[in-house]
T-cell receptor
Framework: DAGVTQSPTHLIKTRGQQVTLRCSPK?????VSWYQQALGQGPQFIFQ???????QRGNFPDRFSGHQFPNYSSELNVNALLLGDSALYLC????????????FGDGTRLSIL | KQEVTQIPAALSVPEGENLVLNCSFT??????LQWFRQDPGKGLTSLLL?????REQTSGRLNASLDKSSGRSTLYIAASQPGDSATYLC?????????????FGSGTKLNVKP
């Protein structure tokens, strides 16, 4: 049973560019959340998708957008990249039921030059 | 706004020691609390999940407690091993209607010396 998978594992971009990160949830999971983790910090919630709609959003600008597909996989898009967007981007999946734990992928390490 | 704090930020202990990691949160209206382990450059591995109605959860050498009224949780690791070296993060979930929005602490970096 595959867990949460993310691609790519590493990515290098320059300021002003756009990037798309991808996530496949754990089998059977229907909810996907995205987090940004700066070096030495805990993950910060970006947004969450359920039934192909954004359900919750953290304190991130509109440059951060996402999508969820009918098969529950998800994409995170970041436009007009800034140096401060350099971080580990984590995807977590779970069942909608409130008492279920989140399962995380290994993340995408994004470096902005 | 929910604030989650973990103390200490780093901890170094000799192998075999029992240890306690602390997590505190400012808003006691949580749905549940989850402890994670993160190895360098990796994602998060779930260790224990405590529902707001529970006082503790145990898994092997790990025991997590929750005192919602005081806004505290502890992770107890018995007989620590070098393989336990990692960063430990706690995360609180605000309430069910927030789905899976978790608020994370900055973690405690644990080093267990052989």
């Amino acid at each position: 049973d595959a867990g949460v998978t993310q691609s790519p594992t590493h990515l290098i971009k320059t300021r002003g560019q756009q990037v798309t990160l991808r996530c496949s949830p754990k089998s059977g999971h229907d909810t996907v959340s995205w987090y940004q983790q700066a070096l030495g910090q805990g993950p910060q919630f970006i947004f969450q998708y359920y039934e192909e709609e954004e359900r919750q959003r953290g304190n991130f600008p509109d440059r951060f957008s996402g999508h969820q597909f009918p098969n529950y996989s998800s994409e995170l898009n970041v436009n007009a990249l800034l140096l401060g967007d350099s971080a580990l981007y984590l995807c977590a999946s779970s069942l909608t039921a409130g008492n279920q734990p989140q399962h995380f992928g290994d993340g995408t390490r994004l470096s902005i030059l | 706004k929910q604030e989650v704090t973990q103390i200490p930020a780093a901890l170094s202990v000799p192998e075999g020691e029992n240890l306690v990691l602390n997590c505190s949160f400012t808003d006691s209206a949580i749905y549940n609390l989850q402890w994670f382990r993160q190895d360098p450059g990796k994602g998060l591995t779930s260790l224990l999940l405590i529902q707001s109605s529970q006082r503790e959860q145990t898994s092997g050498r790990l025991n997590a407690s929750l005192d919602k009224s005081s806004g505290r949780s502890t992770l107890y690791i018995a007989a620590s091993q070098p393989g336990d070296s990692a960063t430990y993060l706690c995360a609180v979930r605000r309430d069910f209607h927030n789905f899976n929005k978790f608020y994370f602490g900055s973690g405690t970096k644990l080093n267990v010396k052989p």
